[in-house]
């Protein structure tokens, strides 16, 4: 019997099984290929990630924004090298598993986790890190997600150029997007993948239902032919999926982490980052809770990795993603321009993967007084009112 039995190996996975096994528990992963890289690119604030992850990154001293005008953000920003991650991650003492977790049962001294091929895993705690399949905790909720959809194309630094400047990166550029009259407008997110590799993006923030694959796809190359860029220069392609407005789980014997847990930032996508950090925390709050008993463990877990602030100000930003789904497509670049416009200090509170309640309030606030009242309108219809946070901090739902 396992210690912690956690299920999913991507970053979020490694990240609680490492800091479980730190903290002298044993662990063991289960993954259907537990021993298998990732392929996604993760990027992040450099302030909101661990040293070490840092130092291995492809890291920007500087972010372009563009709404209607445009800003650089003297923030460094890192895209993280996966196969570094990876081994930074890997423990000799972790037990991989490899299968499919369909299933988990609790009891008084413990869990069991099923596997598909009918194998039995007993632990003390379940984490499930499965992403937003959500295997162990509830799956998928029955309402259809708003999703942040991309195509990119990996090309040379020189090719990049004209959108990439050397040693910048682009965070978010929403001018000049080629769009079919009266769609959603997506945007340019531009990073650095190594010396010479640059991965163009274009990207739906947030749609319900989500822009198709190959919208993006032409509108990328609409965007690069205008700025004299050859399609046939792309040296690699990626294509991304995944819901942003997931709400919650409910606390129960299994702890969901990472997008499981709904780290997603609604505003970026991000989760990675948050992940990464928050992995000590969740292991020490497991080893505390065992000394008791499973079910004390299970909710020290979602305590630490939930407490009630953290609650409330995702609820905050729940509204802001729905307010911003109600604009019309026109409105969005101001939108995001009185965003761009916003002191750091509301832009880094904001943004933040952890971010406290008087910190999105304050962002919040600032930008709802910065936009024009044809936009501010749509806001308060859209759900957007700051001035009654929830009175009630539901788990279930935002």
């Not at 609790?106 to 992403?131: F, I």
């Not at 993006?201 to 050859?230: C, F, K, V």
């Not at 709400?247 to 948050?274: D, I, K, T």
Request: proline share 9%; glycine share 10%.
């Amino acid at each position: 019997m396992a210690d912690v039995v956690v299920v999913g190996a991507g970053p979020a996975g490694r990240a609680a099984a490492s800091a479980c096994s730190d903290a002298g528990m044993t662990v063991a992963l289960v993954d259907p290929a537990p021993r298998s890289g990732w392929a996604s690119t993760f990027g992040s604030w450099a302030d909101e990630l661990p040293p070490g992850v840092v130092a291995s990154a492809s890291v920007m001293e500087r972010m372009r924004l563009r709404g209607t005008g445009d800003h650089l953000w003297h923030r460094p920003y890192a895209v993280l090298d996966n196969d570094a991650l990876w081994k930074q991650l890997w423990r000799a003492d972790i037990t991989e598993v490899t299968g499919r977790a369909v299933g988990a049962e609790h009891g008084p001294t413990g869990s069991t986790v099923v596997l598909k091929d009918g194998r039995r895993l007993a632990a003390g705690v379940v984490v499930d890190a499965t992403g937003p399949a959500r295997t162990l905790c509830g799956g998928r909720p029955p309402h259809p997600p708003a999703q942040q959809t991309a195509v990119g194309w990996v090309v040379d630094s020189a090719t990049a150029a004209p959108l990439c400047a050397p040693g910048e990166g682009v965070f978010m550029d929403w001018s000049s997007a080629p769009r079919t009259r009266g769609g959603w407008p997506t945007f340019l997110y531009a990073v650095r993948l190594g010396p010479d590799r640059v991965l163009l993006e274009e990207t739906s923030l947030a749609r319900r239902p989500a822009l198709p694959l190959a919208l993006l796809r032409r509108r990328l190359a609409g965007r690069l032919s205008d700025a004299g860029i050859d399609p046939e220069a792309r040296l690699d392609e990626e294509r991304v999926r995944f819901p942003v407005d997931d709400p919650l789980p409910r606390p129960g014997r299994v702890v969901p982490f990472g997008a499981a847990a709904g780290f997603v930032h609604p505003a970026s996508g991000f989760s990675v980052a948050r992940a990464l950090r928050s992995a000590p925390w969740l292991a020490a709050a497991l080893s505390g809770g065992l000394a008791t008993g499973p079910a004390t463990a299970a909710r020290a877990g979602w305590q630490v990795l939930w407490p009630t602030e953290a609650v409330t100000a995702h609820v905050l930003r729940m509204r802001s993603l729905r307010a911003l789904l109600s604009l019309p497509p026109e409105l969005v670049p101001e939108f995001f321009e009185a965003f761009f416009a916003l002191p750091e200090a509301h832009r880094v509170e904001f943004l933040a993967g952890e971010g406290t309640l008087a910190g999105t309030a304050r962002a919040m606030s600032a930008l709802f007084a910065r936009v024009p009242w044809t936009i501010r309108r749509r806001l308060v219809l859209g759900g957007m009112s700051l001035g009654h946070p929830p009175a009630r901090h539901g788990l279930g739902g935002s």
